[in-house]
């Protein structure tokens, strides 16, 4: 799978749109991008996925670039409760969903 | 529906002592992964089961080792404790042709 590159902070403030990039650029055509995200002392939780079209879904938005070398994830209007880790992965697929590469991700804070 | 279910959810072991972690699964989801979390190396994959069968493996020594029942449960056994071990012990259970996650609270381990 391919590696990830995140920044490892960034900063929002409530009710404003947080936009956490993350850079693929090693990602093959069957590779799928995922995001998930990590609330103090929780497990992982799935935020969204995608191959090569922007998606989105209750949670967020996710942009992939017209080369599928980096992403966006969009939260629109960010609230406090959205303060967290978030973790950009490449999958190949099959079996790879079973076993997920994590890398240092993005630590998200809000502010009032 | 209930999510994922860890058990214990705080254990405190003696160095060169054994333990054994508990995974419920989502009803219905047949692959079962498990991860440590520490400061140090971050989210790491250990091993994952489907079906009663190890599918993949993490890069952990031998000392770690688990195993899915035929209700799909899961247990993971680390044998001659160390300090290095201690950790958040996650699991993540996955339904058959859905490739997101779902994790469970986890295990915190302490070895002292």
């Known amino acids: 799978d391919a590696k990830t590159t995140q920044p490892p902070s960034m900063d929002c403030a409530e009710g404003r749109a947080a936009n956490l990039p993350c850079n693929h650029s090693?990602?093959?055509?069957?590779?799928?991008v995922y995001w998930y995200r990590q609330i103090h002392s929780q497990g992982p939780q799935y935020i969204i996925h995608?191959?090569?079209n922007n998606e989105t879904n209750e949670m967020a938005s996710l942009i992939i670039t017209e080369d599928r070398k980096s992403s966006t994830l969009i939260l629109p209007h960010a609230t406090l409760r959205d303060t967290a880790v978030y973790y950009c992965?490449?999958?190949?697929?099959?079996?790879?969903?079973?076993?997920?590469?994590f890398g240092q991700g993005t630590i998200l804070t809000v502010h009032p | 529906k209930a999510g994922v279910t860890q058990t214990p959810r705080y254990l405190i072991k003696t160095r060169g002592q054994q333990v054994t972690l508990s995974c419920s699964p989502i009803?219905?989801?047949?692959?079962v992964s498990w991860y440590q979390q520490t400061p140090g190396q971050g989210l790491q994959f250990l091993f994952e089961?489907?079906?009663?069968?190890?599918?993949n493996k993490g890069n952990f020594p031998g000392r770690f080792s688990g195993r899915q029942f035929s209700n799909s449960r899961s247990e993971m056994n680390v044998s001659t404790l160390e300090l290095g071990d201690s950790a958040l012990y996650l699991c993540?259970?996955?339904?058959?042709?859905?490739?997101?996650?779902?994790f469970g609270q986890g295990t915190r381990l302490t070895v002292v």
């Open positions: 993540a259970s996955r339904p058959q042709g859905i490739t997101e996650a779902f």
């Open positions: 090693t990602i093959s055509g069957n590779e799928y």
């Open positions: 995608g191959l090569k």
């Open positions: 992965i490449v999958i190949s697929g099959g079996t790879s969903y079973g076993k997920l590469t």
């Open positions: 009803s219905g989801h047949r692959s």
């Open positions: 089961y489907f079906s009663e069968t190890q599918r």
